[in-house]
């Protein structure tokens, strides 16, 4: 087959469900999930169920990391106080920090940006930006202003760090954590998202699935990583474990490393959610090597705090019990625990933080 011509435009994730939904792209690509009232006109328009794992492919992660000038002393910030400062709320670096004074200016990205979304989403809510704040349409050149200006702050994807500083965040009175892989690639750190290719169920064009077939396997996540987003294939590592902790999760992963993905799930249900069933299966063609195939598996279950304290580890430990039975019909030695709402990740004040507390954590024996 000859050569064939892909046409690629960057103008923002809104853009691009307009442009599919008009049928004048075949894939759009997104930095956050597709709004309910989106997924609504698709629907109507007859594209089925745009959430379905058919039409929503996710491709990477990344971090939306909150930036500031290297000379800025400040080291890291909660969420809540990043959106009182983007709102206006709070004005001047004395605000915030005793070594630091001076007026604020705020860089965002313009209302066309997915990474806008997202940060509405995770760190305004129901705040609005202040009116003075400097709108960019590339994360590129509102790192550089951010970068050459000592009083600014601005946010933008991991890969656009660039000359700026990357403060850690935490979400309520969670520990700070800086944007790294292993904290981004578990989707521990508060500001963490998924990166979407959306398209047609059934795209006319044969291409599509092909292109998508490569996007997301391993080649694909390996051209992933070299353009600096965080690819979807799991690693291992030792992370440290929380103060706080149970005992019993200390001891029993004391001779364990565990695996860059945590396995979630969709809303009020034991079924995994779409990244969670592609992971599942790079974490099988992982443990199917050699190096990794008579070794122990441990699953580690979390909830969110809803509910009595036995509910919640009755819920994760029916979840875990779930991803458990899958393993072990592929051939994996699989050990199950449960912890409910012990060790969360997140604010369970708000959904995206329960959401982000409900997962199941894989842990791999060392040799």
């Not at 391993?218 to 051209?223: F, I, R």
Request: negative net charge.
């Amino acid at each position: 087959e000859g050569p064939v011509a892909i046409a690629v435009e960057a103008h923002g994730t809104g853009t691009g469900f307009e442009k599919l939904l008009k049928n004048e792209c075949e894939i759009a690509m997104a930095s956050r999930p597709i709004k309910e009232t989106e997924a609504e006109r698709f629907a109507e328009a007859g594209f089925g169920d745009m959430t379905s794992h058919l039409s929503e492919h996710i491709l990477a992660m990344d971090g939306l990391a909150i930036i500031v000038h290297k000379a800025n002393p400040l080291e890291e910030m909660t969420v809540e106080t990043a959106a009182a400062l983007f709102s206006g709320k709070l004005s001047r670096w004395e605000e915030i920090s005793d070594a630091f004074s001076g007026a604020i200016v705020r860089h965002a990205r313009d209302d066309k940006s997915g990474t806008y979304d997202t940060f509405v989403h995770l760190v305004l809510r129901k705040e609005k930006l202040e009116e003075s704040t400097i709108r960019w349409e590339s994360n590129a050149d509102l790192s550089d202003a951010v970068a050459k200006d000592i009083f600014a702050i601005g946010f933008t994807g991991l890969p656009y760090i660039r000359e700026s500083k990357a403060l850690a965040i935490a979400e309520g009175n969670g520990v700070p954590l800086y944007p790294t892989v292993f904290s981004v690639s578990t989707e521990d750190y508060p500001l963490s998202r998924r990166l979407f290719l959306y398209t047609a169920q059934s795209p006319s064009n044969p291409w599509v699935a092909k292109f998508l077939a490569v996007s997301l396997s391993a080649e694909g996540q390996h051209v992933v990583e070299e353009t600096g987003f965080l690819s979807l294939l799991p690693r291992l590592e030792s992370p440290r474990i929380p103060a706080d902790a149970p005992a019993a999760y200390r001891e029993e992963t004391a001779n364990f490393k565990r695996l860059s993905v945590n396995l979630r799930f969709r809303f009020n249900s034991v079924e995994l959610d779409n990244k969670a069933k592609r992971d599942a299966e790079r974490i099988l063609d992982m443990l199917s090597l050699p190096e990794y195939r008579h070794r122990m598996v441990r699953l580690i279950g979390f909830s969110d705090a809803v509910g009595t304290p036995e509910s919640c580890v009755a819920i994760s430990r029916l979840r875990t019990a779930a991803v458990a039975d899958y393993f072990r019909r592929r051939g994996v030695n699989v050990a199950v625990s449960a912890y409910g709402s012990a060790v969360p990740v997140a604010n369970n004040a708000t959904e995206e933080g329960r959401n982000r507390n409900r997962r199941v954590e894989i842990w791999v024996e060392n040799q």
